[in-house]
């Protein structure tokens, strides 16, 4: 992996790049290597203190929805036996090994906290410690950073335990007696399967998820 230094990131900030990408998962990486093959000035900015922390953080026995010969990016193969579901540990050696191959200019421990057009047309992106000018700045972080709670949970208890899928690991964090699992898509039907008796759940359905292609009004999709 070619990790910016700090001496480079200097150079980097006093130079115009053609694309800083914002965002160092898979599909940050994925457009890198589209870049280097062009032959383009970039650098991606990683919040996390290494590849594939995103994925190392999740629940431990989440699995990728799809099979292994599905999974891999551009110019790479992942290495899993096809039909076999990938665990998270492998995702995140995958991407590691990933930049590593391609010689992937990735700043890592670089959170972006601003970024705004200057008056030349070209972007400027802010970390905590520097600043980058590019042409185009993708932004490749993903729409789920923010943990969300839904406000009846301000209500409960104090007694009982609440506790986040975000911050949830494996069924040792849960009461013994009963839990009520109130979630959407992988998680709603995944983190529960983890789960040994006598550990119950119950999970409530949510209201339809709309979808509507980007400009259409929300009234005219139907739930799905």
Known sequence: MT????????????RLLDVVVVGGSQAGLAMAWHLARQGLRFVVLEAGPEVGHV???????????????YDALPGMAFPAPADTYPTKDPVADYLQAYVAAFDLPVRLRAKVTELRRLDDGSFEVRTAHDAFRARQVVVATGPFQVPFVPPPAAKLDASLTQLHSADYRNPQALPRDGCWWWAGATRASRSPRSWPPPTRSTSPSPPPIRCCPSGWPAGTCSGG
């Open 55 to 69: 994925w190392r953080s999740r629940w431990d026995s989440l699995k990728l929805f799809t099979p292994a010969q």
């Open 3 to 14: 990790e910016v230094q700090p001496s480079d990131q200097h150079r980097q900030a006093d």
